[in-house]
């Protein structure tokens, strides 16, 4: 996973609430094997409508979606994350994530950002009235800038850290192999084991 | 949550969380890095799991404990003609990528045809592999389904699925815990699809957000097992991590003699074990919802998401209802999806289709209650209806009662067992501006087919439903038909 520090690009204005991952990616597209080539099925249905903001030729090249509450939504899966950062986008931003899209997110090096949604509106306003208007988050100082709008947002120190070191989550547990084994050793005899098999 | 101190008294989550730390995190700068969980039970199906087993074979990693993961096929699998090759390309890749993976790496696997074959959190309980005080995951959100047993049950992502497959643990954040009190006794035709629909158009999707729900109170404590697991199924809808019922005679008595139960003396510990993990009094709550079970009646949705809904005998709102400006603009765009006119009584919608099934509601006591209600009746003739088995094993056991004579005598489809319409994955899906009363858990836009239009009911208010044609409760249907002429 690449280290992030800070990005700076243009943004799209997103203006809906409860944007679930069936929207993001509909189940369709979950039947392939491979970890990328999802862009083109990201937002599939809405981007039939030739209206949708992500058509609009003002926000094309647009590498951070700034929505509204309760992002990401429903389902697990990742791929909703794997399409965003397939289409280009860096940062999200939105007043609330769904928790599993929130962690997804923070495993794929894709920022989730929380940001208050007075300020979201705000950055709407920004976006619509110039979409060329560029939009800089930083982790280090936690704060995201778009035009006249300077704002701080919302990242645990644990998520910051990984994504700013880029660093992956199995090789960090994998340094405590010693403390699973010993959980292990003591763990209570009478849990179910799945093998061998019983029927 | 996040200071478990052992002279406080705890919630049943917090004790399972307590027994299932491997490390614990540590305290920076006023914030706690997440500890390490140990996982009992991996549940893994083909949609989440390619990419999981590729992470592992590229960094040369073994799965660390194939003894606790088990796998299934469910999403992609038709419920037609099932032995014949999947009809769809795509998806017979992906059945058979995880054949290959299972093979590979040592995994038990439950594949189409097989007894125990059907949708992973139907078939978990169904082995006994479930049991209280666990921790489970797999990646899918409806994972929640578990905690009906008092297990610390997730959803989780693909890049997690490869972390358990590699480590059989996982780091989480501390959750916060809400206590959800259901108090009363519910009425005749009212089920637990109506509690959890009630509880989450009152506290929204993002009202369970960083929180594990602990369903309580009389009216918990009268549902059976496969009730329970209908609540806690949808916990995910109301934006939660997941849902839990404190374990008591009715959940021991579900699990006793399945096939992983424990047996003899291991029994009785396992059950003193079990006893022990319920919520203490004085344990604290960091919030609190109560539901009055007495006065609730059937709950239909009407609009885009779970938390879009109303009883059965109230009416489309009007957008203006609602005083957020963002809940405002939600409703007026599910009014338009939807094909609603604010105003119109929601007995009056008309529907083309019901689908009587998913991981929410496709347990042998749904399917009995639905039986019940259609049993000797007709279906209304311009509606189609499809019941799809939760398992294999669910079909089999309903098949010995003579439930698919009932179905099918009502004119209804009796299918193979998995997720079916509920995502359509499979070919079993809506067309466009088809409308259903479903049983699942979402009604999200085109979830069941592109331009599909979801209503999220309970089993018997689907089987009223389609006997009348248009969104009925039971009470609806009681009275015998008249003759014909």
């Known amino acids: ?199 | 949550m996040v200071e478990i101190a052992s002279d406080k008294p705890l919630t049943l989550a917090e004790k399972v969380w307590r027994d299932h730390v491997v490390v614990r995190g540590e305290d920076k700068d006023g914030q706690r890095s997440p500890d390490l969980l140990y996982i009992d039970l991996h549940l893994v199906h083909e949609v989440t799991s390619p990419q999981a087993f590729e992470g592992l074979r590229l960094a040369g990693r073994p799965v660390r404990r194939p003894d606790l993961t088990i796998a299934t096929e469910d999403h992609n699998t038709p419920t037609l003609e099932i032995d014949k090759p999947i009809a769809d390309p795509v998806s017979r890749i992906q059945v058979d990528t995880l054949r290959a993976n299972c093979e590979e790496f040592g995994i038990r696997l439950h594949s189409l045809g097989d007894a125990n074959q059907g949708i992973v959190h139907v078939v978990g309980p169904q082995l006994g592999l479930t049991q209280p005080g666990m921790t489970v995951v797999c990646g899918d959100s409806h994972t929640s389904t578990h905690g009906a047993f008092g297990s610390l049950a997730m959803g989780i992502g693909t890049s997690e699925v490869e972390h358990v497959l590699a480590t059989q643990t996982l780091s989480l954040k501390p959750f916060k815990t809400m206590a959800v009190t259901v108090n009363g006794t519910l009425q005749p035709g009212v089920s637990s699809k109506d509690i959890i629909l009630a509880v989450i158009a009152k506290i929204g999707t993002g009202g369970g957000q960083g929180y594990v729900l602990e369903y309580r109170g009389t009216a918990v404590e009268q549902l059976s097992m496969e009730a329970r697991m209908t609540i806690c199924n949808m916990s995910i809808e109301a934006g939660a991590r997941a849902g839990m019922v404190g374990p008591d005679e009715t959940t021991f008595e579900y699990v006793k003699g399945r096939p992983h139960a424990p047996t003899g003396e291991d029994w009785d510990a396992a059950v003193q074990y079990w006893r022990s993990l319920r919520t203490e009094d004085g344990a604290e709550f960091d919030a609190e919802v109560t539901i009055d079970a007495d006065t609730l009646e059937p709950f239909v949705t009407w609009g885009t998401n779970p938390g879009q809904g109303v009883g059965l005998n109230e009416s489309v709102p009007q957008p203006t209802d609602f005083d957020d400006p963002v809940d405002r603009e939600s409703a007026e765009r599910a009014l338009q999806y939807m094909g609603l006119e604010p105003g119109t009584p929601m007995k009056d919608i008309r529907v083309d289709t019901v689908f009587l099934g998913s991981c929410t509601n496709s347990r042998l006591e749904d399917l009995r209650l639905a039986a019940e209600i259609i049993k000797g009746r007709q279906k209304d003739p311009q509606v189609r209806m499809i019941v799809v088995p939760g398992s294999a094993q669910v079909r089999l056991e309903a098949e010995a009662e003579g439930l698919d004579r009932v179905f099918k005598d009502f004119g209804a489809e009796w299918r193979f067992a998995g997720c079916s319409m509920c995502l359509g994955m499979n070919p079993d899906q809506l067309a466009p501006g088809e409308r259903c009363a479903s049983t699942s858990n979402r009604n999200f836009e085109g979830r069941q087919g592109k331009g599909g239009l979801t209503h999220l009911v309970s089993p018997v208010v689907a089987a009223a439903t389609a006997i009348r044609g248009t969104l009925s409760a039971p009470s609806d249907v009681l009275l015998p038909e008249p003759a014909p002429a």
């Not at chain 1, 992500?54 to 309760?70: I, R, S």
């Not at chain 1, 778009?146 to 199995?170: A, H, K, Q």
């Not at chain 1, 292990?184 to 019983?198: D, F, G, H, S, V």
Request: aromatic share 10%; charged share 25%.
């Open chain 1, 1 to 199: 996973m690449e280290p992030i520090i800070t990005h700076t690009g243009t943004g799209v204005p997103l203006k809906q609430s409860n944007v679930d991952t069936d929207q993001i990616i509909p189940a369709v597209f979950l039947k392939r094997i491979t970890k990328t080539g999802f862009e083109d099925a990201l937002f599939y249905a809405w981007r039939k409508n030739p209206d949708f903001v992500l058509n609009q030729e003002a926000y094309k090249g647009a590498t951070v979606l700034v929505a509204g509450p309760d992002f990401g939504t429903g389902s697990s899966r990742e791929h909703a994350v794997w399409a965003l950062k397939d289409y280009g986008f860096k940062v999200v931003i939105s007043s609330r994530f769904a928790d599993i899209f929130y962690g997804n997110s923070a495993k794929q090096g894709l920022v989730a950002a929380k940001v208050a949604q007075p300020d979201v509106e705000l950055i709407w306003k920004e976006l619509e009235k110039d979409p060329t208007t560029e939009i800089t988050v930083n982790l280090e100082s936690r704060t995201v800038r778009c035009g006249s709008v300077d704002t701080s947002f919302d990242l645990d120190n644990y998520t910051r850290w990984r994504l700013m070191e880029g660093l992956d989550d199995i090789s960090l547990t994998l340094r405590q192999d010693e403390a699973i084994g010993a959980y292990e050793a003591a763990r209570l005899r009478l849990k179910p084991k799945t093998l061998p098999a019983k029927v």
